[in-house]
């Protein structure tokens, strides 16, 4: 692995955006007139898991929010403007919460590890934790990391699912699919965790089946 100094940064983007604009004349002028992205990202802030290129999406293809452990809180105003404004003026279609394997901030909650400030944040991801001690106990040791990462993803979409921004959207029938997946740093692959949500009447069902899968995938 190569570490880049502040100067090669430059560079590649000097690079970057005289490529781009070879390749496709008008890339950029034409962004700047609107982006119209139908997707909405909420992801971890791990650098290794980057939204665009996870999914091969273009600059003006998705509308993305990272944290740590990838946690939609009720209260966090941060979060619930980026998704507020993605479904109510940008009109995304599908909104993702991704997850990943391997994720530290997880680990911490799994653990009841110590890092810092964070933990206050990460006393979040305990709560998924404590929800589903029966099933994570379930779980063999080394699986129970991967679990909770599943888990925690599956439950943020549910958090979403709760808000007043995703409840007016379903109610004014806007056609808006909310989505949990889990990365693996292992082999770039998206594992789609069934947690498919079109409406607010197919809610439960989709986190009994999802919470299931968990459980399966865990046992396997
Ligand atoms: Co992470």
Not at 22 to 45: D, H, N, V
Request: aromatic letters at 6%; charged letters at 20%; glycine letters at 6%.
């Amino acid at each position: 692995m190569t570490t880049s100094s502040i100067t090669d940064l430059f560079e590649h983007n000097r690079q970057w955006a005289a490529q781009m604009e070879r390749e496709k004349p008008g890339f950029f002028t034409g962004l700047m007139a609107q982006q119209k992205p139908r997707y909405m990202w909420i992801g971890c802030s791990d650098s290794r898991v980057p939204a665009n290129q996870i999914t091969g999406l273009e600059p003006g293809e998705v509308f993305v929010h990272r944290n740590i452990a990838n946690v939609v809180v009720p209260t966090d105003l941060n979060c619930l403007s980026t998704i507020q404004y993605a479904v109510d003026q940008l009109k995304v279609e599908h909104l993702m919460v991704v997850g990943h394997y391997g994720c530290g901030g997880v680990l911490a909650a799994l653990q009841d590890a110590r890092i810092g400030l964070a933990d206050n944040w990460i006393r979040h991801v305990k709560d998924v934790r404590d929800k589903h001690a029966a099933l994570l106990a379930a779980v063999p040791l080394p699986k129970r990391h991967d679990a909770l990462c599943e888990l925690n993803a599956i439950e943020q979409v549910m958090n979403i699912a709760h808000s007043t921004v995703m409840q007016d959207a379903w109610a004014r029938g806007q056609k808006v699919q909310l989505h949990g997946w889990c990365y693996s740093l292992q082999n770039g692959l998206i594992t789609n965790l069934q947690m498919s949500v079109p409406d607010v009447a197919g809610l439960a069902e989709a986190h009994r089946q999802a919470v299931a899968l968990v459980a399966e995938r865990a046992q396997s």
